[in-house]
C-alpha cells in the first residue's frame, strides 16, 4: 500500500494537515517536509529496519519525524521524556536503538548515557522547515508501506516488571483507524487536537488517523488549561483527546465561558475517569466519549460515544468494530454478564508482540488474545465496565506507573529494607504515587528518600508521600498484600 | 475477523439496519433473521464453498440472504432480474452455481433453464421473517470471515466479449467501505437509500457498508421518482446511491419541493453525468458527489465529494483513500496531465479475478493494475475526468450493455448479414441502443428485428432503433469502425 501521507498528500493537497501556534502546513507542504526531513535521515545513516529513538517534545517536527521514519521504512521508538537517564538508557538499549532524535532542550538528558554505537541526531540542526526544497537523495516515489511491518516500538508497563517495548505495525495502526471513525465518526471538517505527548500512542495514533481521513491535527506543545481552551475556540477543533486530569481543569474554562461550538467529542482515555467528573459534563452538555485503550492494542479497543455515554455514564462503551472483547477467569474461561474478571481483547488492532521479550509475550498474547491484566465487566448489552487497571498499575495523570520500578529504587537504597508501592485516588491527578517503606539499620528521613527517587526516576513517579512502619502486610509465602498496603495507606491519608 | 453482521449486532443491536415501505429492523433483528435463514440454507445443503444464484427483487430477504451466505462462506453469484433464460442459462452456468434463490415473482424465469445439477430454493416459501426463532442447526457462533476469501461473483461486461463473473472478496469490501467512509464522511445518523439493485455491485456494496458504519439502508424496491421523494423526506435519508437517468426524473421534484433537509449526498455512478444535469444540480444546490467505480474494483474507485463538485464541476475526483490511479497509454507507460489514455486502478478493493476467465483475467489484471479499458485523463491536480468508458461498452440508464452480445443475436436471425450496435447519447436514458444491420437475401423488418431481440436479450440491451444499409464501415481488413457507425446512425437520428 501507498505510503499514507503521500497518498493523502495527492488526494488534499491543499487541505491543512497541521497547526501548530500561528503556523499551518498543508498536506502538500506536510509531505515536502518529511520528503526533505526523510533524505536527511537517509544521509546520515538511517535506513529500512534501523530502529530511531525519539525524544522530543510536541512540536511539528515530531509530526513531520513519525511520517518520515515510516517513509523510510525504519522503526520508530518514542522515548516518554520525563525519563530519568537511567530509565532512559535502558529503553534505548532494550529496543536497540541504533538512531536517537533529540533536541536543544532534549539532548542533555542523553550527555550521561553510556551508550554505545547509538548516534545522536539534533533535530533543530537539519534546519527545518527551511530545507523543504532541498534535493533530497531517497529512492522515488511512490514509497510503499508494507501492512505487516513494524512502525513502531512503544514502551508499556505491561503487566509485570519493567516497561517492555510494543511492537506495532501499520496495519494495527489502519484497523485502528478505521474502528475509531466508524465509533465517532468522521466529519470531513473534523479538527483534532492533540495535547497527549506524542511519545505515547495516544498521541501517534491521531497523527495516523488524521492523515488516513484526511482532517486537522492542532498541535499543543504542552498542557496548559487557559492555552487549550483558547486553541479549541480559535480553531474550531471538533475532537480533543484529554486524559482525566487534563479535563479536570479544563472545565472550570467550559463552566466560566461555554463548550466551544464546534467541540463534537472529548475523547476521554488513559485512565478511568471519575464518576465525578462524567457527571459535571453531562450536567453540562459537555460532550465526552469515554475510551479503553492500550498501547499493545494501538489506542483504543472500547468506546462510548458522546450519545452512549448520556444514555449508560459511567460505561467505556462497546469495543470498535475492529477488535472484540472477552472477560475471562481463570482457566481462560468466559465470565458471565457483570462477573469480573479479566478483560481479553482481540482484533486486527493487536500488536505483534513484545520486542526480544518472549516469555512477556507469551503470557500477554495467548489463545489469539491480549490478556490485559486489567479488570472489567460486560453488562448484558456487552457495554465494558473497567474495574481496575493491570492489577498493581498506577496511572497518574495519564501516566503509567509501574509499582515495582518505584520499589526497586527505593529497595536499592542502603537505608531501605522493603518498600511497597501504591496508588492512592486523587482527585486531580486520578492517582498519586504512595510508598511504604520498613526501614533498614541506617535512618534516613521521608525528605531524603523522596530526593533520592527524583534523582533516579521520572518525576510522575516519585512518591508523594513515604509512610515509614515497622512491616509491610505479606502473604505467609512473603507475597506483598497490596490491597491491604493500599487501605492502610488510604487510612493514613484519609487523617 | 469476526462475521461484520454478528459484530455489529453486539455493538448496535437496538439501531436500525434496514427500513422497506412500514417495516424496519434492528441490526438484532437483522442479525437474527440472518441466523435463521443461514440455518434454512445450510439444512437445505449450502456449504462452505457452494455456489449460489441469487435472481431476487430488492426486497428485505434479499439483504438478509446476502449476510447468511456470507456467513455460512457460501459464494454469492447476484444476477440481473432482466437477463433473459438464454442469457441467465449461460452465467449459472458459467458461474457454476450448484443452487439457486428465486422468488414467487422470479422463478418463472427460470423455467425453461436446462440446467443439470442446480437445486432451485423459493426463498417465499422459507417463512421468513416469522423464522426468526426458530432453532437452527448452525454451528455456534462466532461465525468468522477469512478476509481473503472470496464473497460473490459478479457479471460484468469487462472489457471485451461475453459478460465475466469477477470475483470480490471480503477484504475488497472491507476497504471500498473504508476509502467511501474517509471520501464522504461517515456521521453516526446517516441513513442511505438503496434503489440500485442488489444484485448490480452499487447495491450491493451500500450492504456492507452500512453494516459496517453501523447506519440504516432504506431499501425501495424499484425507482419511482416521486416514492423515491416521499422516502428520501419520511425517511430523513442523507446519502443516497443513484444512476444519472434516476436523478433526471428526480430533480423535476426537488424543483417542485425542495431539496429534503437531511439528504447531504447523492452518490451519482454507473455512468457518466451529462453536464447539463451537473450544472442543473449546482445552481439548485443539489449536494451530487460524482463518482467512477468498477464492480471489478468493488465498486467506487474515484469520488468527488458535494464540496469537490461545486469546485470543480464534471470531474469524479481523486481515488478513494485505497486505491491509486494510473492513466497509461500503449506499452503502460504513464501518460501527462491533460493526456488520454487507458484508466489503471491499483488498490486493496481490486477483484482477484474472473471466475473460470483466466485470459480475461490475465488481460485485466497485469503489473499488479486493473486494467479497466476506459479512456479518461488525469488534471494537473489529479482529478480523474472520464472520456468514455470502455472502448464499446453502451451504459444505458445505468445498466452495462456490451454491442458484441446484441450483434451475436442480430447476425443469429436468419435474416441478418451484418450487424453493429452503438450508443447514442440520449437525454433520459445516457445512451440508447441502436443498430445498423446489413440484411441478408431474406426480407425483415425493424420491429421484426426489434421483437426478435427481445426474445433473447434484457429489454435494456434490445435496440431502439434499427437502420438498413448496404454496408457497414470497416476497416481494410473487416474490422467494424464503430466511430464511424455512430456518426453515420447520430445524423440520422438527427433527422
Excluded at 462503551?317 to 474478571?341: D, W
Amino acid at each position: 500500500m501507498r505510503d499514507w501521507l503521500s497518498q493523502r498528500a495527492k488526494l488534499s493537497p491543499e487541505d491543512v494537515a497541521l497547526i501548530f501556534k500561528n503556523e499551518q502546513w498543508t498536506y502538500a507542504q506536510l509531505n515536502e517536509s518529511v520528503h526533505a526531513v526523510a533524505g536527511i535521515l537517509h544521509e546520515k545513516g538511517i535506513n529500512a529496519g534501523a530502529h530511531v529513538g525519539i525524544l522530543l517534545q510536541n512540536r511539528p517536527i515530531y509530526v513531520v519525524i513519525i511520517h518520515a521514519l515510516a517513509r523510510l521504512r525504519a522503526v520508530t521508538v518514542p522515548l516518554n521524556l520525563r525519563l530519568k537517564s537511567n530509565e532512559l538508557s535502558w529503553q534505548i538499549s532494550q529496543a536497540e536503538c541504533v538512531f536517537i532524535l533529540c533536541s536543544n532542550e532534549s539532548k542533555d538528558r542523553l550527555s550521561d548515557l553510556e551508550l554505545k554505537n547509538l548516534e545522536m541526531i539534533l533535530v533543530d540542526s537539519m534546519g527545518w522547515p527551511t530545507v523543504i526544497n532541498r534535493a533530497s537523495n531517497l529512492e522515488t516515489q511512490p514509497f510503499l508501506f508494507d501492512l505487516e511491518a513494524v512502525q513502531g516500538i512503544y514502551f508499556t508497563s505491561g503487566t509485570t516488571g519493567r516497561p517492555k517495548g510494543a511492537m506495532l505495525t501499520f496495519k494495527n495502526h489502519l484497523w485502528s483507524a478505521m474502528g475509531s471513525a466508524y465509533r465517532l465518526g468522521h466529519h470531513s471538517d473534523d479538527r483534532w487536537l492533540l495535547v497527549l505527548p506524542l511519545y505515547h500512542i495516544g498521541g501517534q495514533a491521531v497523527v495516523f488517523r488524521a492523515c488516513q481521513y484526511g482532517i486537522t491535527i492542532v498541535l499543543q506543545e504542552r498542557f496548559d488549561a487557559e492555552d487549550l481552551y483558547q486553541a479549541l475556540k480559535m480553531h474550531q477543533v471538533s475532537i480533543v483527546s484529554l486524559v482525566p486530569t487534563m479535563l479536570q481543569r479544563l472545565i472550570l474554562s467550559f463552566d466560566d465561558d461555554g463548550v466551544p461550538e464546534k467541540l463534537r467529542c472529548i475523547l476521554l482515555g488513559g485512565a478511568t475517569a471519575p464518576q465525578s467528573l462524567v457527571d459535571h459534563c453531562l450536567a453540562r452538555n459537555i460532550p465526552i466519549a469515554l475510551t479503553y485503550g492500550l498501547t499493545e492494542a494501538a489506542s483504543q479497543v472500547a468506546t462510548a460515544s458522546p450519545a452512549q455515554v448520556r444514555l449508560n455514564p459511567g460505561t467505556v462503551g462497546k469495543p470498535l468494530f475492529s477488535c472484540e472483547l472477552h472477560i475471562v477467569r481463570q482457566g481462560n474461561t468466559e465470565c458471565q454478564p457483570y462477573e469480573v474478571g479479566e478483560i481479553v481483547v482481540t482484533g486486527e488492532t493487536i500488536m505483534q508482540g513484545y520486542f526480544h521479550a518472549q516469555e512477556a509475550t507469551e503470557t500477554a498474547l495467548f489463545q489469539g488474545g491480549l490478556h490485559t491484566g486489567d479488570l472489567g465487566y460486560l453488562d448484558e448489552s456487552g457495554n465494558l465496565w473497567v474495574v481496575s487497571r493491570r492489577t498493581d498499575l498506577i496511572i497518574s495523570g495519564g501516566e503509567n506507573v509501574y509499582p515495582i520500578e518505584v520499589e526497586n529504587v527505593l529497595l536499592s537504597h542502603p537505608a531501605v529494607r522493603e518498600a511497597c508501592v501504591v496508588g492512592i485516588d486523587d482527585p486531580e491527578w486520578g492517582q498519586r504515587v504512595y510508598a511504604l517503606v520498613v526501614k533498614d539499620a541506617l535512618e534516613v528521613s521521608e525528605q531524603e528518600l523522596i530526593a533520592y527517587c527524583r534523582k533516579h526516576l521520572a518525576a510522575y513517579k516519585r512518591p508523594y508521600m513515604v509512610h515509614f512502619l515497622d512491616q509491610i502486610p505479606r502473604t505467609a509465602s512473603g507475597k506483598i498484600l497490596r490491597n491491604a498496603a493500599k487501605e492502610q495507606l488510604e487510612s493514613i491519608v484519609a487523617i
